[in-house]
């Protein structure tokens, strides 16, 4: 059953143009960790492909703006799509200069969320870093003015900036080593494939902080989770990992460990209803609670010993499950079936964690998990006795200023 707080601040649009495309609630902490560790590993290539990432997605859902709003003017087109990205948790973005006769168009944004948590996690920055949002701007453009265009990010919030600012250019400032062709073939095969998903795909940040793209619940006097966020349209990963798949750059556990730390806050959103004394029980709660962010839904088919049988809508809930207990083997391979995905994994709850409650601390929630053994390659298991009580997201942000395994 969904969080009933969740859904009364849910607040979906009828008329979003990005409705029709799946996407689900990602952390900033997760998305600007990937982008770390795949700017240390491909280096520059990722600036292009994350540029034409978002040039594809921007041209994509301007197509339909198009369609749906023929009449409109080009500023007017531009606004409405600057809207359709705000409500998705990326920032408000509001067009600074226009004067597209001359082919003029700057853009600022004063509360991006990936700008913020990447200073925030990094610390303040030598280069610009958003070439994402670059992108989504390019690919509007370049549909409304029919002419192929790119943005330059000049300033960036994460360099110690108030704003982030985006200025049109029609000088191509990558190599071309990543074809944008195709990629929107990727988009318009994944939209084909999950067209009738039946998940829960929520398509707007909580109504009361879309303008700072922060998510704050709250229920009575306790606040559950207080980290940025937005919801990322699906094709977004589908394109960088099927590119990164295609150069034969391994992705796996960059992508265990993005799943891994939606995994753990969903654990907020769960608040330890059933204990572990339920196994059951707190499984199949769990997955509900994933199912709130969108990425697909799970269930619970046989509990044995030590083993877990279950039925998932797509490989990223089975990525996210398995990463909750990262000690845990997946012990038979995936398989299509009627549409799911069908996959056992062999958990070691039992084995390595002694216990996970929760209290409350000055109107906080925080959890108390016990580890038998602090495993070296774990993704969930390397709490530390020091930081034990500690807010569960401030156990994330520290683990990477300590630079554990991802960035040693």
């Given amino acids: 059953m969904r969080d009933r707080l969740l859904n009364k601040l849910i607040n979906p649009s009828p008329y979003s143009i990005t409705n029709q495309i799946p996407k689900f ?72 200069r226009l004067n597209l006769k001359v082919g003029i168009c700057m853009i600022s944004n004063a509360t991006n969320p990936i700008a913020k948590q990447y200073k925030k996690t990094f610390g303040n920055q030598k280069e610009n870093i958003d070439f994402f949002l670059a992108g989504l701007y390019a690919g509007c453009l ?78 009575g006097k306790l606040t559950v989770w207080n980290v940025y966020c937005a919801f990322f349209p699906m094709p977004v990963f589908l394109i960088t990992f099927g590119f990164l798949d295609k150069k034969k750059i391994g992705v796996s556990k960059e992508l265990c ?9 969903a654990i907020l959103f769960q608040i330890n209803k059933f204990g572990i004394t339920n196994k059951m029980a707190t499984f199949n709660s769990l997955l509900n609670q994933l199912e709130l962010f969108g990425v697909g839904n799970g269930k619970i088919i046989k509990l044995e010993h030590k083993k877990l049988i279950a ?76 930081i034990k009580n500690k807010h569960i997201i401030g156990i994330i942000e520290e683990r990477m200023e300590h630079k554990y395994y991802l960035l040693g």
Wanted: aromatic share 12%.
């Fill in 257 to 265: 460990y993005m799943a891994a730390v939606q995994a753990k806050i």
């Fill in 311 to 386: 039925r998932f809508s797509n490989s990223y809930s089975l990525f996210q499950f398995k990463a909750m207990f990262k000690d845990s083997e997946l012990i038979a391979d995936i398989q299509l079936n009627g549409g799911s995905i069908l996959g056992m994994v062999q958990y070691s709850l039992g084995k390595n964690v002694k216990s996970i409650k929760h209290k409350i601390i000055n109107n906080d929630i925080y959890y108390t998990i016990g580890f038998a053994r602090d495993k070296k390659d774990s993704l969930i298991g390397r709490y530390r006795k020091e």
């Fill in 142 to 219: 370049s549909k409304i003015i029919a002419k192929d265009c790119f943005f330059v990010e000049k300033e960036c919030i994460s360099k110690n900036k108030n704003f982030c600012i985006f200025y049109l250019t029609f000088d191509n400032p990558f190599k071309n080593e990543v074809f944008e062709q195709e990629e929107i073939d990727n988009v318009i095969i994944w939209e084909n494939l999950y067209s009738e998903h039946k998940s829960l795909y929520p398509n707007t940040l909580i109504q009361k902080i879309i303008d700072l793209g922060q998510l704050k619940l709250k229920s």
């Fill in 25 to 96: 609630l990602t952390p900033m902490f997760s998305y600007v960790v990937l982008q770390r560790i795949l700017q240390l590993k491909i280096g520059k290539l990722y600036d292009e492909l994350s540029f034409k990432m978002g040039k594809s997605l921007g041209r994509l859902i301007t197509n339909k703006l198009v369609l749906l709003n023929k009449n409109a003017s080009s500023s007017r087109l531009i606004r409405i799509f600057l809207k359709e990205f705000e409500n998705l948790g990326f920032g408000q973005g509001l067009i600074s």
